[in-house]
């Protein structure tokens, strides 16, 4: 029993220093895929989805002296028509609604 055992270690050291001479020989680029360029900067929130975007790559916009930044074109679409709205004069309808 003793013999079957140390014979199936002994086997299953040589298979793994096998196994490590190929990855040196071979490389192991060819077994994994290329790793994703991770984007690293300053992380800003989207001020109409709440998503977090790196500042430097993302788009933005410059209103009342401060900059805000988005996720996507409709975020920033989103952001533009929300100002245009807050900062419309009141129509004749909203004017005399307040009591």
Do not use: N
Not at 42 to 54: E, Q, S
Not at 71 to 92: G, N
């Amino acid at each position: 029993m003793l013999r079957w055992f140390l014979r199936v270690v002994l086997v299953f050291f040589a298979v793994a220093l096998l196994f490590r001479w190929l990855f040196r020989v071979l490389g192991r680029s060819a077994a994994t895929p290329p790793a994703r360029e991770i984007k690293t900067g300053t992380m800003k929130r989207d001020p109409v989805c709440g998503m977090f975007v790196v500042a430097e790559t993302s788009l933005s916009e410059r209103a009342e002296g401060e900059s805000f930044y988005f996720c996507s074109e409709r975020c920033r679409e989103r952001f533009r028509a929300e100002r245009r709205a807050l900062h419309a004069p009141p129509t004749a309808g909203q004017a005399g609604s307040g009591r």
